[in-house]
């Protein structure tokens, strides 16, 4: 079978890919900063898709690495499984960009280790399938930080079920889950979160928040923002916002001239690229980003 | 002096301490009780109170349900419990409908009420009084002003009695007998509780209040408390119970349910001190006609298991209701407690503050269920959780569920864990006040807001449990 992505990036030395019997493992090597984002780039296909992929990012290595699955992917079922193990000291920017049509059924997996004092920052914008499982799980070690922002829009009969969950087991961890969605139509939407403190883990500070807007009356919206704490030394807490567009900022804009549907949809978009001014060094993605709202 | 929130009256549950809870009567009358559960048993109860056929039919209905629901598949492991060695049903005093008097009641059930400080509250602050000891209630009384108005206040087996078609209408309706298998249990073995009915427009300005009791080893208590505010008409129901340790499980599993009418208001009080060694699963449901408000403000201190989320069914637009809790876990304890709100009716609004402690190696949970019907328009909610971590044995969790069907509800969470805060401890010592003051005056501070919703008698009392539950880390 061939391999169903391609990896583009500036400048390939240091970046390894294998084919293995159980998937596919790539490898960023230590003690290197990766000029440029790495592409990984799904090709289109109508065939169901089983997907299991390693990445692995060498000690004191430095990267972002974009991932894009576009809407001519579009077999029935996508299985995706990806585990990434950061290493320590390295520093990680993972953006996923999903926008796979929007007759297919995707269930992710991700797992990111995050090894000790190494920083991993993950953006995951999902537009794409008829119906979402995504389950994304962070491990994070002693002084390291992981901070994870999901993005997603439901739109007709989309149904996304999105889990984010982060537990720290090392000393002085940092870490925030940010999930901000908007379901429209008559789609679902639900965000789930858990931020487990081990008790070993003294000295973290984390927060969890979850935040959609609720655009029409035939939508379904849900937030399970959990916390586990087992340790006293810790600054952990969590929000959950569920409202529609508020009317105040809806007339402010209607006395400056924009009628309604345009004031919507400013305010709409607003509130999802909020987090688009994080990557501005990525013109390329901002504008995909943009492309899907 | 005139008693006020820093220098309360000295009376009342002032000088609660340890001994008063942990002190059990002689249990001689034990020996005509079993342990174990039965359909016998059920068909005895029932012929015991003299009940209609309706009632026993529904006691069988649930024993039978009883042994198809399953175990709850969430929370506190419940495997230890062992249901065939609770005793179901006892009666130390055998006196039906209770004693006229306190006077009449036996003199070691009469002093351990005492010490509990149940007869002076009734004397100074209360409406009414209800005493459950065992399986049955020993003494209910109301002022007679109130019962002049048409307020009814019972003992449950008697409102069964003399009021059986009030009783039959509203009976585990809200809380059916099909809910979860520990009220498929009561709906079998319920004896004794609370039947409150407060006619239209009737304002009762003090509180009324339930005491249980538990004194023997491996008790079971299933009292039901039926609340009936109807329209126009506002209430303040307290209810405090509490059992000596043993150190062989007890099970409280009562039911708590109540109808609040159009432009009613009810404000239900507990403070909850069970034995460490008791299973709390109780369950208590609200539901809400048109303009009517529930405010629940409760705090659990004691029992080794608590699984308690009190709920609101906000069914008549523009209802609201106040879920206000403190749960405190030590060491052996696990406080799982929460609220649950449903947004059915227009405009509906509710707001839940919820503090939570752990010391020792107790867990410490917050589980809450918020659901907005696609009906409930314009619907507002807010949800504010806390929860102190006083040492690095202990633990807490907050497990909220919010789900929304309609595109014009606002519904806020906010959720904060921590511990105390060095700085402000060290600027309160920085002022000459010695490091356990300044910790207590930090933890008194946090559960203020809870607290001072409370009648100052109440609020005295709760402190007092506090400062129990802190001692050797604050006093």
Known sequence: MPIPFDILAPETRGITLKVTKGGYTLTLAANR?????????????????NISLSVTIGKNAKATIVEEWPSDVRPATINYDVRIAANEKSDLRWITIQNVAKTSIMAEK?????????????????????????????????EAECNLTSVARTQGTQHFDIICDESFTGKSGRGEIRCKGVAQDTSHLKFGGLLTIEKTAGGTQAYLKQETLNLSSKAKVSATPALNIKTNDVKAGHGASIRNLSPEELFYLASRGINEKM???????????????ELADLPDVQKRVTSFL | MKPSRKNPSPGVFSGLNRKTFDHHDSTG????????????LVRVISEDKGEPKWMLDLRLRAY???????????????????????????KAADKKGGFKSWEAVPKEIKNTFERLGIPEAERKILAGVGAQYESEVIYHKIEKEWARQGVIFLD???????????VKKYFMKVVPITDHKFMALHGAMWSGGTFLYIPKGVKVEKPLQ???RMNARSMGQFEHTLIIIDDGAKGHYIEGCSAPKYGSSALHAGCVEIYVGKNAKLRYSSVENWSKDTYNLNTKRAILSKNAVIEWVGGNMGSGVTMLYPASILKGDNAK???????????????????????IGKNTSSRVIMKSLSKGGGQSVYRGDLRIAKTATNAISQVECDALILDPKSSSETIPNIESANDTATINHEARVGRLNEEDVFYLMSRGIPQEEAEAMIVNGFINPIVRELPLEYAVEMNRLIQMEMENKVA
């Open chain 1, 33 to 49: 900063t990766f000029e440029g984002p790495i592409l990984i780039k799904f090709r289109p296909t109508d065939k169901n898709l």
């Open chain 1, 110 to 142: 991700r797992k990111t280790t995050i090894g000790n004092k190494a920083e991993v920052n993950i953006y995951s914008f999902d537009f794409g399938a008829k119906r979402l499982e995504s389950h994304c799980e962070q491990s994070i070690g002693a």
């Open chain 1, 263 to 277: 004031g919507k949809k400013m305010l709409t978009e607003a509130f999802l690229k909020e987090v688009l001014n």
């Open chain 2, 29 to 40: 009358y034990m020996k005509k009780f079993g342990k174990g559960h039965s359909e016998e």
């Open chain 2, 64 to 90: 039978r349900h009883f042994f198809k629901a399953p175990l709850p598949s969430f929370g506190p492991d419940l495997s230890k419990l062992d249901l065939d060695g609770i005793c179901y049903f006892a």
């Open chain 2, 156 to 166: 449950m087996d008697v409102a069964l009695q003399k009021h059986p078609d009030l």
């Open chain 2, 210 to 212: 339930a005491y249980f």
């Open chain 2, 321 to 343: 209701a106040d879920h206000l809790g403190i749960a405190f876990a030590n060491a052996g304890q696990i406080q799982d407690t929460g609220s649950k709100v449903f947004h």
